[in-house]
């Protein structure tokens, strides 16, 4: 059993801090597996205990000796805890990183007696479980799915949700960690094989332009081949020396790759936000980079190699060798494939890009701009806020300011119980709930389309309900202002609420999501404290003005606080790395692209060097040899667009289809997109068309 990870007010001495940990089973610390530097397993055994990290234990005491120190855990009630271990950071790929300390599941309980009459309704705790050897995820969930279920069969209400516990693995947490009606639906992981799959066409169209460059110059080295079978050399031994050069080049770019990622490390840390590091001593890393040296060089060596050693001796010596008008398809093809994989990732990149900038422009139903949010984490918050108000107002900078039980962007609840006139009785209510003070509309800004706000100074608001749009419509409420409804909260009596008020949806959750039914009232269960700055105050100014305020009437803590727009921001935060590293990949997709088009576009002007020479002398303009030298690749361009269009389509319609609420493919990006492959071909091309046409005539007719 553990209470979810938060923020604590620590204190020792004359310091105060804020860190987080962690309440849980004594039992937990060998669970976990936590490597500990002092004391062992057993620390948490005394209810006022706690195991603190090596990095907290520094920061705190220095080279003291950590333990048996005393601190005060201040989170509502002080709780006096001594220092019974210290274990190693956790890791940062790990759930529990930052994590500065974990205390005892039985000191939480005992100052915290509420806990004790939530029952089997309340889904707000962690339970982790270790499972004895020989027994799988699976057989261990059924024989606990029904525990919720067999304990609350007196609530109609939650059984009808026919509520079912299961086990989640930890590995899984991170990569699988999205559900629907009860399954697993993936997560991360989808983005983890995306950007595989996108890395191995990357590789793919590396490998596809050695290919294309060496099958270019087969003509040029018919002559070679011709020579070595002529004096005995077997065809197997070509196909070696082939392979060989791939192989050399491939281990060639290992090596620079090495280089380059050891530099770029960094940057790609900062941009995905990990901790990665160069895996330099680790020997899967090795074996795993020869399997694709083998792979890349044998695939990349492949055709040039089964291919340039079926040459006739007799014809490449005699001169009579040509390659034949069907030998330039396969390079055509793999020119096709390469911009059909660069066109669909431009297309991607540029859909994810509309779906952030969709989501950002919605609207949220409240203002962000101006608003600070502040936890209230001990009692002093509570007991001094009337005074905490005054001083702010009298501060100039505070235009609004009330308490709600969740910041504005997050529900941290969500109730059933709820009935009304005419819903349906199989209808199953779970409503988001939040508890504020009169004030809050006024301060976060929120719109009504009816009724009215909550007041002060009516007595009759206490069971007063104002409702978000979500809410009214899944209702099905056609005149919902004075409507009654009766609402019995878990382990409570039913009580009559009335809806005074019906506002827009505000965006509390994810602004990827359609907003959930939610409905407001006035209860004593504040958490937080919501401050709208006065018009046109300059911030730093304000908040130096509203800190002194907390530093004085509530010094047991430090002052943390969050905007309420910056915080909306990170709920991007996912959506725009995954934008990012796309983008990345497709320019560099599209910039390898280029590299073997330049390349293959010179090799053909070079081979129509005499041609371009006799069309000089006949009249031929620049314009129209540059013209005959780029058609060929313009085509093979709109050939690629022509089948990227519909393969992006397809994919990036079900990729947004998981979002609740998200925009339309726009022909425009189709458009922009093959606008662009036009352009970066001709840019390519030209400069090798336009050098070819420039050649004197005479000299390239007398180099042959």
Known sequence: ?????????????????????????ASAPEVFSLKMLKGNYNG????????????????????????GKVLQIKNYSAMDVKVTGVYKDLPHNSHFAGVQFFAPWDLFVSVNSWM??????????????????????????????????????????????NPQIFLHPMNKWHLYSEWKNGANIGGMIQYVWLFAIIGVFVL??????????????????????????????????????????SFLVVVLAFVICLGLASIAIGFFNDLADKQIVMPWSNTWFWLISLIFILFTGLIAGSYPALYLSSFHPVKVLKGTFRVGRFASIPRKVLVVAQFTVSVTLVIGTLIVYQQI???????????????????????????????IKDELNRTGVVAEMAQSSSPVTNIWSSNGGFSWRGKNPSLQTDFATLTVAPAYGKTVGWQFVAGRDFSQELASDSTGFVINEAALKFMGLKQPIGEVVTWAPSGSEAKNYRIIGVIKDMVMVSPFDQAVPTVFYLDGNLNWINIRFTPYANTSEALSKIE?????????????????????????????????????????????????????????????????????????????LWQLLSREFIVLVLIAFAIATPLAWYFLNDWLAKYQYHTQISWWIFAVTGMGALLITLMTVSFQAIKAALINPVKSLRSE
């Open 204 to 245: 793919v169209l590396a490998c596809i332009n050695f290919m294309n460059l060496s099958t270019a110059r087969s003509e040029k080295r018919a002559k070679e081949v011709g020579i070595r079978k002529a004096i005995g050399s077997e065809r197997t031994q070509l196909i070696w020396q082939f392979f060989s050069e």
């Open 548 to 624: 002194a305020v907390f530093k004085k009437l509530v010094p047991s803590a430090p002052f943390n606080y969050t905007f309420a727009d910056q915080e909306y921001a990170l709920k991007f935060a996912a959506e725009e790395q995954i934008g990012t590293l796309a983008s990345v990949f497709a320019t560099l997709a599209i910039f390898i692209s280029c590299l073997g088009l330049f390349g293959l576009a010179s090799f053909v002007a070079e081979q129509r060097t005499k041609e371009i020479g006799i069309r000089k002398v006949l009249g031929a303009t620049i314009l129209s």
């Open 357 to 387: 900038q969709y989501a950002k422009n919605r609207p949220v139903g409240y203002k962000r701009d101006g608003l600070l949010m502040v936890q209230m984490k001990t009692t002093e918050f509570y007991t001094k806020y009337d005074a």
């Open 1 to 25: 059993m553990a209470w979810p990870v938060q923020d604590h007010i620590l204190s020792i001495e004359d310091r105060t801090l804020s860190q987080k940990g962690e309440f849980i089973d």
């Open 44 to 67: 948490l055994k005394d209810p006022h205990s706690m195991l603190i990290s090596e990095s907290f234990a520094k920061a705190l005491f220095g080279e003291q000796d950590p333990m």
């Open 116 to 161: 004790t009459t939530q029952g089997f309704k309340n889904n707000f705790l962690d339970i982790y479980v270790q499972l004895t050897p020989h027994t799988t995820f699976e057989n261990a969930s059924l024989s606990i799915k029904d525990a919720i279920l067999n304990n609350i069969r007196d609530d109609k209400e939650h059984v009808s949700f």
